[in-house]
């Protein structure tokens, strides 16, 4: 049996999350002004130059690392974590009401799958828009996305056949 293809699919990489990055850079920086002023005073400051460039590299092959990956399909949504999270598949034919909102108020967030935190389930990597799905039970998940327009779209269109 062939698998059924997406209709939508997203891949969300740990690299871009703007909190992350943030403090990866910011450590980054801290190294090379350390190396800078050991060097200056007459000190060998070489350490904190490879832990900088170290750093540095680390934020590039994070670039590369899948974080979330959204697929809906006709009958289910599925959001696929890290290797050790559990896939998550949310049945399109319980869902109560799909809405586009902001993710959060605040800019910077930190990288998220399925966190249960005050009765909201979310998963986040980045981007500043999400889209809430509530199902049959009440449940509320937030999903962050890049497309959301899109998302919302898709997942309005199967809901209502």
Known sequence: MEEEKPLYEEKQYLGYNQLSMLRRLSLALFCFALYWWKTTNGRNGDLFFWLGIGIIVISIILLFVLHIKIRVFKTFLELDGLWTARKVKIDLRSIRKIEKKPYSKYHLN???????????????????????ITDGEGTPYRIGTQRANELEKILKDLISR
């Open 110 to 132: 930190n990288a998220v799958f399925n966190l249960h935190l005050n009765g909201l389930i979310s998963f986040y990597t980045g981007g500043n828009d999400a889209v809430e």
